[in-house]
C-alpha cells in the first residue's frame, strides 16, 4: 500500500482550512484517511504558532512506516526540523511563456522603429 502524508481540504468556500492526514494515495483527496496528524490554517499570519500543528511523534512514525510527504508537507517538516532540508529548482520559473516572449519581441520591434527614425534627422542636422 502506497502511504502519503498530505493536506485534507476543509473549510468553506474561501476560507480553507486544512488536515494534515496519512493516508492510502489511492484514496481521494478529502476521502478516507487512516490518522490525522494535524492541522494547517493558511489564513492565519506566516510566524502564527496555530498556522500548522502537528503530532510529530505519529508524523515520525509515519515516516518510518514508508509514508511519503507531499510537498507542502515536506516544507513544513523542513521548518519543524524532523526531516533535512532538500533544494529545490525549479527551472523554468524564471523563463517567460511563449506569448510573454512574442510581447516583448513585438515591443523591442516598436521601440527599435521609433528611436531609428529619431536618430536619423539628429544626425543630418548636426552634420550641417
Known sequence: MAMKIR???GGSKKRP???IVATDSRM???GRFLEKLGTYNPLLAKDSE???KMDMERVKYWLEKGAQPTDRIARFLEA???VAKTERKNLKKAVPGKKAT???EQ???KE????APAEEPAAEASAE
Open 7 to 9: 493536506l485534507a481540504r
Open 17 to 19: 482550512f486544512y488536515s
Open 28 to 30: 481521494p483527496r478529502d
Open 50 to 52: 496555530e498556522r500548522v
Open 80 to 82: 519543524a526540523g524532523a
Open 102 to 104: 512574442e510581447r516583448a
Open 107 to 109: 515591443k523591442a520591434a
Open 112 to 115: 527599435a522603429e521609433a528611436n
